[in-house]
């Protein structure tokens, strides 16, 4: 599974049992805590959910641990009764003569295909992140869309307030609430209640101006307390997590309870500047801009003065019964907030260090130096042997998966040892997982790239170029080239043409070189049809030397069959007409029907 979703849901589990607990713990603190404390308590959970940091020893990290452990340590006794692979179902592929062979299926792809189903189950498993992250950034883009919309909606309805007296009121409530911005002052007949719109350039939009002037201070009051305290960011950080953490239901249930904690607490903070006496006042400016009469639903994305109907009676309940809290019952509140902050820390995420198997998983991150204890040599030296003894099992067994998935642990050694013996018993499949979990600055990668040069191994070397850098690959080409050595140029031009405009360029020069020195035996090319004394070729054979490459052409509307004749020293002496018998030969020889140049 992906590291970043391992984290993410670490972080979700985390958050939700911060969710359970401020749940919980609700039915204890609601009328004692001030509705501002149960408001912003939520960023703690918030932070949780969105931040994928914490203490490198937490309950989340060696909770994962022990999971991954139990993991680990079943799966090699699964494997032993439902292996993915046996030998029996490994064919070693055979090696094509000509550089064409590189279009043969691979290895790792015919050890798939043994097996469809589980690769694509163990396919899905390990791309499940695209899964999250492709439901996370489309249900983000939904709600971006459906907010635009809704602000596209308001803005083609707005009618600016114009009155002076009224526009005056709201200044001076600005003024008195220390906002410097200007803030506009707009109706829309449609909006079901007074709201706030804007990021950075803030509206108050109001369902119409038939309101007494009580009634417009307590609103523009109630809006600006909104704006004041960022109330649309942390909306929209809110549906940022709820995004991202989709799959968790409880999220889902944290939007909705700090969409109404929301409500309550800008309530309570008007109630505190405006005084406990017009509590009742306020309350009745709260029911009859229930009453308005809209058409356009709120988004979640705005600020409003009454959310939704069902909250009005806890809203009004609070307001009636607000008083101002005690000294010590902030105290408690504040000692609260930080056994959560502490909570949160010690529940902590999925470890980075975990996945990279640096605590006591992976040998080889572990720094051994002249200072390291003999118990702690002992137990590296003893994880290596489990590794070994691992690695032979699944081996035995022909797991494939298993076997690539704890050769990058052993020691380089041993590695090699395993490397060797693959080389020797032309195990190609084995071959192939082992060199991909090498590590990127293995020596062996050059040691068996020069041993499968030198032995003409092209299966082995082809292996290996796949995990070699360009740098790497033009380096054994300039080699090849030098030594004349057309099979592996061939391999070495497909692994670089298409990235390179250099090496587009040699191959042209190199196919144009070679109608030149069939042109001087009087073999002309048109495409892909061979012309011999202006006579169409039907079949066209060039065998180089050690018949390490040829090129094979076949044209049924041809009339004379050629060969290409060479020295000992892969010079062109000549051309010959092939008899029928050599023809015959070179059919029942052939296991492609179809015409082909290789």
Avoid at 163 to 180: F, G, N, P, T
Avoid at 432 to 460: H, I
Avoid at 485 to 492: G, K, T
Wanted: proline share 4%; aromatic share 12%; hydrophobic share 40%.
């Amino acid at each position: 599974m992906n590291l970043v979703l391992k984290i993410f849901l670490s972080m979700s589990f985390s958050g939700a049992l911060l969710i359970l607990a401020l749940l919980w713990g609700k039915r204890f603190f609601k009328n004692k805590a001030s509705r501002q404390w149960q408001y912003y308590i939520w960023l703690v959970v918030i932070l949780r959910l969105l931040l994928p940091f914490g203490p490198e020893t937490s309950f989340m990290g060696k909770t994962c641990q022990a999971v991954e452990q139990t993991i680990t340590q079943a799966a090699p006794s699964f494997e032993m009764q439902n292996p993915f692979h046996t030998r029996e179902n490994i064919l070693n592929p055979t090696v094509s003569l000509t550089p064409e062979s590189g279009n043969s299926s691979s290895p790792a792809e015919e050890s798939a295909t043994a097996h469809p189903f589980q690769d694509i189950l163990s396919l899905l498993f390990h791309q499940t992140w695209l899964i999250w992250l492709v439901v996370a950034l489309g249900m983000l883009i939904r709600k971006i869309t459906i907010y635009q919309s809704f602000i596209r909606y308001i803005n083609v309805g707005l009618i600016p307030v114009s009155d002076i007296r009224i526009l005056d009121k709201l200044s001076i409530i600005a003024d008195q609430e220390c906002i410097k911005k200007p803030v506009e002052l707009c109706i829309n007949p449609l909006v079901s209640s007074p709201l706030l719109i804007g990021f950075f350039h803030p509206c108050i939009v109001l369902p119409g101006m038939d309101i007494s002037e009580k009634d417009f201070q307590y609103i523009a009051l109630h809006e600006l307390t909104h704006y004041k305290r960022r109330d649309i960011f942390y909306k929209w950080l809110v549906q940022v997590a709820v995004c991202l953490h989709w799959f968790n239901p409880l999220v889902h249930l944290m939007s909705r309870e700090i969409t109404n904690a929301c409500e309550l607490a800008c309530d309570e903070a008007v109630l505190a500047k405006i005084g406990y006496n017009n509590a009742q006042n306020y309350g009745k400016t709260l029911l009859d801009a229930m009453a308005a009469v809209g058409k356009y639903q709120e988004n979640p994305g705005v600020a409003t003065l009454s959310e939704n109907k069902q909250l009005l009676k806890e809203r009004l309940d609070a307001i009636m019964n607000f008083k101002k809290k005690s000294k010590l019952t902030r105290l408690l509140m504040s000692a609260l907030t930080l056994c959560m902050i502490f909570i949160a820390a010690f529940i902590g995420v999925y470890p980075v260090a975990a996945a990279s198997g640096q605590i006591l998983e992976d040998p080889q991150a572990l720094k051994i130096n002249e200072k390291t204890t003999l118990p702690v040599q002992e137990e590296i030296n003893t994880l290596y042997e489990t590794y070994s003894t691992q690695a032979k099992q699944f081996y035995e067994k022909g797991s494939l998966p298993l076997f690539a998935s704890i050769f990058p642990k052993l020691d380089e050694t041993t590695q090699k040892t395993w490397l060797e013996q693959f080389y020797v018993d032309s195990d190609i499949p084995f071959f192939s997982v082992a060199v991909n979990g090498l590590s990127t600055s293995s020596s062996l990668f050059t040691y068996f790239a020069e041993k499968a040069y030198v032995d003409d191994e092209r299966a082995f070397f082809s292996i290996l170029t796949d995990c070699m850098e360009e740098a790497e690959l033009e380096r054994w080409l300039d080699r090849a080239l030098e030594d004349e050595n057309w099979a592996f140029q061939s391999m070495l031009f497909d692994k670089l043409k298409g990235e390179n405009e250099y090496y587009n360029e040699l191959e042209k020069k190199h196919e144009n070189a070679q109608k030149a020195e069939y042109q001087a035996i009087g073999v002309t090319m048109d495409g892909k049809n061979y012309y011999y004394h202006e006579q169409l070729v039907n079949i066209f054979l060039d065998i180089r030397i050690n018949n390490s490459y040829y090129t094979l052409n076949m044209n049924p509307a041809g009339t004379v069959n050629i060969k290409v004749i060479r020295d000992a020293d892969d010079k062109i002496t000549g051309v010959a007409y092939m008899t029928e018998a050599e023809v015959t030969e070179l059919l029942k020889d052939m296991n492609d029907p179809d015409d082909k140049e290789m």
